[in-house]
């Protein structure tokens, strides 16, 4: 029987983690989270991923906002 797992990714701390490795190349929007769990979860049954982060605050600063909704 094949091992089933889920994912809890922080997303805060993973963003600014990929921002390292992609710095400011727009491909980050292109990451592909279902290929990520995939590899690190070496191929076992993936029942749910879940990306835990608090969305900015709309008010405080729009662009921030609308960057950050495009990643979410």
Do not use: H, W
């Not at 805060?12 to 990520?36: A, P, Q």
């Amino acid at each position: 029987m094949k091992e089933r797992v889920s994912v809890f990714i922080d997303g805060n701390n993973f963003y600014f983690g990929l921002k390292k490795v992609y710095g400011d190349n727009k491909n980050l929007i292109n990451f592909s989270f279902e290929k990520f769990c995939s590899f690190i979860t070496n191929q076992r049954e993936i029942i749910d991923i879940f990306y835990c982060n608090a969305p900015l605050d709309i008010t405080m600063d729009s662009e921030k906002y609308r960057l950050q909704q495009k990643i979410l």
